[in-house]
Structure formats: structure tokens, C-alpha cells
């Protein structure tokens, strides 16, 4: 599914320029006139990057900025401000606002799309290491509670892979065996390579396997994979 960039501007022509650009770009691109209604468009869509402009009616950029970041669950959405105003004290109130970038008009739009790229390529790199962080604590308080509960019956000697893999885990245990790269699966799932080598070594952990080979016999064996 294509990455959702939302395009937020007063002037028609930039909306229609911007948004065909990154549509050619292979993006999704959803469009709003004013800030008020951009902001309505985050709360339901929650769009994996904002372009917008600062001058707009019924709210400006600025605005549209700070109540995007008031929500934590938009706190990682990259925002890149456009703008004709170029002072050194207008950008800094970009920033503090929580803008990620201030991109001052003219731009090229050649320009604009590999600043976009680079911002999602970050954000989807820090969105998946925080994932991976949840996954593995919840993971883990379940096990300790198994565990508990178990601490005065006798122990049965089984892989942790009974507690239960994780969706990431699934995804990337069946990639695998498909004898995909860390690289390669990293691309197909928007993860970085490091964290694809986390969840591996985590489904070495939990099925008691030393390597991927014996990972991938395993999980043939024990119908993990389809």
C-alpha cells in the first residue's frame, strides 16, 4: 500500500502541482485548501507525512503544526512547512512549532520529493524500532506471568515459541523462508536491516534454533509457515 502525503495550501495551483508530482512518485496524496480542514484530515486518516503551507485561511500553518503535535499518537508525522516568508525568525517559529523542515518558496519539486523520501525513510525506520520495542516488552510480560503462575507446577522443557510470535515476527519468519535478505525484507516491510535482524534473533530465541537454517526447518516442521 502506498505511503498517504497529505498536501495542505490555498492556491490551487501549488495543490495541483505538488499532489500530481508525488502521485507520478508513487505516493498516495490527499489535498486540503485550509488548515482547518487539513487538520480534520489527520484526526481521520492519519497520513504518513504533511506538506503544508503557513499563510491559509481558517488556520495557518503554524497552528495546524502545534494541534497536530498536541496528540501524541501524530508526534512522529513529519511535517515540512512551505513557505514564501524567508526571515530567520519566521523559520525558527517553524520550528518551534514542531516542524520537521522549512522548505522556503520557489522550491523545485524535484527537491521537495527527496526531502520527503528522506523524512519517511526516517520515520519509518523510528516507527518500526518502537514497534519492535512494544512487541518484545509485551511479549516478555507475558511470559513472566506464564511463568509466575507455573513457578510451583513442574517445568516443561519447550520453546518459548509456544508464548506466541508476534505479526511482525509471522511476517518476517515467512519472508525468510522464501531465503530473502535482511535487505529485502527490510524494503517489503519498512524496516530498517537492523531491526529485521532484531526480530530474527528474537524467532532464534523463542524456537531454541541456532541459525536461520534450522530456523526455517523448524518452522516448516511445527506448520509456522504457510
Do not use: W
Amino acid at each position: 500500500m502506498p505511503l498517504m502525503i497529505l498536501v495542505a495550501d490555498d492556491d490551487l495551483g501549488t495543490r495541483l502541482s505538488i499532489s500530481d508530482y508525488l502521485e507520478l512518485s508513487g505516493y498516495s496524496v490527499m489535498t486540503a485548501d485550509n488548515g482547518q480542514e487539513a487538520l480534520a484530515m489527520v484526526e481521520e486518516y492519519q497520513p504518513d507525512l504533511i506538506v503544508t503551507d503557513i499563510v491559509m485561511p481558517r488556520m495557518n500553518g503554524y497552528e495546524l503544526v502545534r494541534r497536530v503535535r498536541q496528540k501524541p499518537v501524530f508526534r512522529l508525522i513529519p511535517v515540512i512547512l512551505l513557505t514564501a516568508r524567508t526571515k530567520t525568525q519566521e523559520r525558527i517559529l517553524g520550528y518551534q512549532s514542531g516542524c520537521d523542515l522549512y522548505l522556503p518558496k520557489p522550491f523545485e519539486l524535484e527537491e521537495l520529493a527527496a526531502a520527503i523520501r528522506n523524512l519517511l525513510e526516517r520515520s519509518q525506520i523510528i516507527q518500526s524500532e518502537y514497534r519492535y520495542y512494544q512487541e518484545n516488552l509485551a511479549t516478555s510480560t507475558a511470559i513472566k506471568t506464564v511463568d509466575g503462575h507455573n513457578s510451583l507446577s513442574t517445568q516443561i522443557q519447550e520453546p518459548q515459541m509456544l508464548s506466541g510470535l508476534t505479526t511482525r515476527e509471522q511476517e518476517v519468519l515467512e519472508l525468510l523462508t522464501h531465503g530473502l535478505s535482511n535487505v529485502e525484507m527490510g524494503h517489503q516491510l519498512h524496516l530498517s536491516p537492523r531491526t529485521v535482524e532484531k526480530y530474527v534473533s528474537s524467532l532464534l530465541r523463542k524456537t531454541e534454533t541456532n541459525n536461520r537454517a534450522e530456523l526455517v526447518r523448524f518452522a516448516i516442521k511445527h506448520g509456522l509457515v504457510e
